[in-house]
């Protein structure tokens, strides 16, 4: 049984940061991803960071210079680091780890409530 437990979210004021986190429990095999989606009201789900099994890292175009993703492969954990944040970042993000050799295995977190506002 996998488990993904996200923390992190809350409510912020325009220009503040947040740091969120996600730690994977269980029998994963082989990570080939970690990342984060997030999904706003009335919006479709959308990918806003991921980091590959090598290192290499994506973000959708809207955080680029504002949002950072790390992990920690010792602890089967990825961060994301969010700054200068927006009220248009407001959604639920959700921590996702995809795994597996052949035949891929996607897991998704339960969703952390990030809410950008005055």
């Known amino acids: 049984q996998v488990r993904l437990v996200e923390s992190g979210g809350g409510l912020v004021q325009p220009g503040g940061s947040l740091r969120l986190s996600c730690a994977a429990s269980g029998s994963i095999v082989r990570i080939k991803s970690m990342g984060w989606y997030r999904q706003a009201p009335g919006k479709q789900r959308e990918l806003v960071a991921e980091?590959?099994?090598?290192?290499?890292?994506n973000y959708v175009d809207s955080v680029k210079g504002r949002f950072a993703i790390s992990r920690d492969t010792a602890k089967n954990t990825v961060y994301l680091q969010m700054s200068g944040l927006k009220p248009e970042d407001t959604a639920v993000y959700y921590c996702n780890v995809v795994s597996g050799w052949v035949a891929t295995t996607y897991y998704w977190g339960q969703g952390t409530q990030v809410a950008v506002s005055s």
């Open positions: 980091i590959r099994s090598g290192g290499s890292t």
